[in-house]
């Protein structure tokens, strides 16, 4: 069950984050295209994401883990490639959807847990 509320709050925020960038599109912002979205990506940081950040510690660390934000970008973008439905014009827009994604996850993981009375917002 946790896991199913996880993966509604990841699809709400991936239509926010949709919604508020002009180059990021989902067709018709469907909630469906979003939930496959919110899929994928869970699959790619749970599987791909890993072996990239292996493969590439030397210029992480000489980035100072900046290196891990591009992954996040090719992570988006590899989900857009994947997904009908899901398109990001390029890789700054790729880049810009993860941070702000990230965020609103964030906000409505915070809002979450304060309605469980888990969080001490």
């Known amino acids: 069950m946790k896991f199913l509320i996880q993966l509604v709050i990841s699809t709400l925020a991936v239509l926010i984050s ?24 869970s699959f790619l ?5 890993p072996i990239m950040i292996i493969l590439t510690i030397p210029i992480t660390v000489f980035t100072l883990g900046f290196f891990l934000l591009v992954i996040n970008a090719l992570m988006i973008m590899l989900a857009a490639k994947i997904v009908d439905g899901f ?6 827009w790729a880049l810009l959807f993860s941070l702000i994604l990230s965020l609103v996850t964030s906000v409505l993981e915070g809002i979450k847990k304060r309605d469980d009375g888990d969080g001490s917002i």
Do not use: C, Q, R
């Open 18 to 41: 949709a919604y508020l960038l002009p180059h990021v599109d989902i067709d018709d912002n469907s909630f469906l295209t979003a939930l496959v979205v919110a899929a994928v990506l």
């Open 45 to 49: 940081n749970a599987v791909v994401k």
């Open 87 to 92: 398109h990001v014009d390029g890789f700054w």
